[in-house]
């Protein structure tokens, strides 16, 4: 069975509370239709990088390679709600994405360090639930897409990572374990909902 991946040494994330796979499974219709958007978010937010720092050859390749990933992803989960005849729905928003933004600080070098971060952070929170979907849902295929996707989005927060790393050599791991916290308080005071975050 795959396991709910180790989240990196340098991002510590919290565990999710135990309550979330039980609200997620109790409406899991929500869950895929919610995240049919993240991934679709994931891809424009890997576009946004590009279009803000073109001249980065390494992020550019990186963020064009993961941008691919996430439509493919996309492609996975949309095939998910046909073949359990579920409805599709509108994007409801994500206050949680719009929280951690509101941590991205203003003024460059330190922008492009935490708009990778805060990626990084919504990768790695995305893999582990993937992942403890992957072990929860009833149906094979789903739980095999799930551990897939958990994989994808666990290499997808190195990526960030290792592009914070280099952007920032000196400051970038004080700094992620910042915003791990940052997103351990944030999601303390969060409703759990029958959603990816
Ligand atoms: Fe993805
Ligand atoms: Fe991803």
Known sequence: MFEVPHLGDALPLVPSDPRWIEVALTDLDAVHADHLHCERKAAQSALSLIRSYPERADLVEAMARLAHDETRHVVQVARL??????????DLGDDYAAQLRTL?????PERLLDRLLVF????????ERLALLAGALEDEKARELYASLAEAEVRHRDSFLAL??????????????????????????????????
């Open 81 to 90: 709600l046909v073949r359990r005849g579920q409805p599709a729905s509108y």
């Open 104 to 108: 991205i600080r203003g003024r460059e």
């Open 120 to 127: 990084a952070v919504i990768e790695g929170r995305s893999a």
């Open 164 to 197: 914070a790393r280099d952007a920032a050599p000196a400051t970038w791991q004080a700094r992620a374990a910042e915003l791990a916290a940052a997103e351990a308080e944030l999601l303390a005071h969060r409703m759990i909902l029958a959603r990816i975050h």
